[in-house]
């Protein structure tokens, strides 16, 4: 019962990177899912959550107009497209599913399934 997040790499600025999370052995499809990140020397950090079926959609003001989360529910799959990547947006990301079927928060401990993370690294 995990998640599993990948898709991280090194990028230059101005550069777009995709990342998945996909649900191994969960019914993921039942909860709501966010997208979180740490950068070096910070707290761990809302990027974007979505709902359950992908009604209502949540970015916070650093991911707004330049990052697109979605879901296949089929797929099990939840995706974090981001495009317009800055020095800034280098971070581990994590994604993690909802404690419960109505979670709607950016609080962290709303969250009780997280993946392992992976690393995105903007750079020249």
């Known amino acids: 019962v995990q998640l599993q997040a990948s898709g991280g790499g090194l990028v230059q600025p101005g550069d777009s990177l995709k990342l998945s999370c996909v649900a191994v052995g969960l019914n993921n499809e039942m909860w709501p899912v966010g997208w979180f990140r740490q950068a070096p020397g910070k707290e761990r950090e809302a990027v974007a959550r979505?709902?359950?079926?992908?009604?209502?959609?949540v970015y916070a003001d650093s991911a707004k107009g330049r990052f697109t989360i979605s879901r296949d529910n089929a797929k099990k799959t939840v995706t974090l497209q981001m495009t317009s990547l800055k020095p800034e947006d280098t971070a581990t990301y994590y994604c993690a599913r909802g404690r419960t079927t109505s979670t709607w928060s950016d609080d962290q401990s709303e969250y009780n399934y997280w993946g392992q993370g992976t690393l995105v690294t903007v750079s020249s």
């Open positions: 979505i709902s359950r079926r992908g009604g209502q959609i």
